[in-house]
């Protein structure tokens, strides 16, 4: 079983940043892929960047120049660099990791992020 805990969340007016940390109880140095999804209110889940096997990375098209994905594997630890936050990023972040290329997904239980003035 593998626990994720996600922090750094908070209030940001538009133009501000902040950095998510995302927690796991594993290490994540070999683990297959990792990401980062946002829930807003009335809306689905959506991928906002993800980095696979290979290290292969990718990001939503609203989110790309702006945030950045990263890993320190010596602290277990996965993160998401938000700049230039816009109103639309206001949503639930979650963190997810897979370990291994057929295995489960764990899912962290979401840090709310609020873009507002």
């Known amino acids: 079983q593998v626990h994720l805990v996600e922090s750094g969340g908070g209030l940001v007016q538009p133009g501000g940043s902040l950095r998510l940390s995302c927690a796991a109880s594993v290490s994540i140095f070999s683990i297959y892929a990792m990401a980062w999804s946002r829930q807003a209110p009335g809306k689905q889940r959506e991928l906002v960047a993800s980095?696979?096997?290979?290290?292969?990375?990718n990001y939503l098209d609203s989110v790309k120049g702006r945030f950045t994905i990263s890993r320190d594997n010596a602290k277990n630890m996965v993160y998401l660099q938000m700049n230039s936050l816009k109103p639309e990023d206001t949503a639930v972040y979650y963190c997810?990791?897979?370990?291994?290329?057929?295995?489960?997904?764990?899912w962290g239980q979401g840090t709310q992020v609020t873009v507002s003035s």
């Open positions: 997810k990791v897979r370990i291994s290329r057929f295995g489960a997904d764990y």
């Open positions: 980095e696979s096997s290979g290290g292969t990375i």
